[in-house]
Nanobody
Framework: QVQLVESGGGLVQAGGSLRLSCAAS????????MGWFRRAPGKERQFVAA????????SYANSVKGRFTVSRDSSRNTVYLQMNSLKPEDTAVYYC???????????????WGQGTQVTISS
């Protein structure tokens, strides 16, 4: 198991930026594909972005493509989500997730963080 702790959420104006961090501890971080999801009030959980164990490949939801960037630093056991050009519809609780399987980390990861609130004001 990997323990995941998100940070970096907050309140920003539309058009602004935030960087979320997810610190991993426990089993070897580099063995895991990592992902970000979000849940807006009254909505289903939504996939946001994912990155492979080695950082070579990434995947993004269409709604964030070109605005968000996922990256990882294995020396720090941390994955990041850089969010630019934020919109009010990006408001949600953002969750870090991990799985050994690439398809699973995009669709239904087995390990989750506790979430961090992101609120975008118009």
């Amino acid at each position: 198991q990997v323990q995941l702790v998100e940070s970096g959420g907050g309140l920003v104006q539309a058009g602004g930026s935030l960087r979320l961090s997810c610190a991993a501890s426990g089993r070897t971080f580099s063995n895991y594909q990592m992902g970000w999801f979000r849940r807006a009030p009254g909505k289903e959980r939504q996939f946001v972005a994912a990155i492979t164990w080695n950082g070579v490949s990434t995947s993004y939801a269409n709604s964030v493509k070109g605005r968000f960037t996922v990256s990882r630093d294995s020396s720090r056991n941390t994955v990041y989500l850089q969010m630019n050009s934020l919109k009010p519809e990006d408001t949600a609780v953002y969750y870090c997730a991990a799985d050994r399987n690439w398809v699973a980390v995009i669709t239904n990861p087995t390990m989750w963080g506790q979430g961090t609130q992101v609120t975008i004001s118009s």
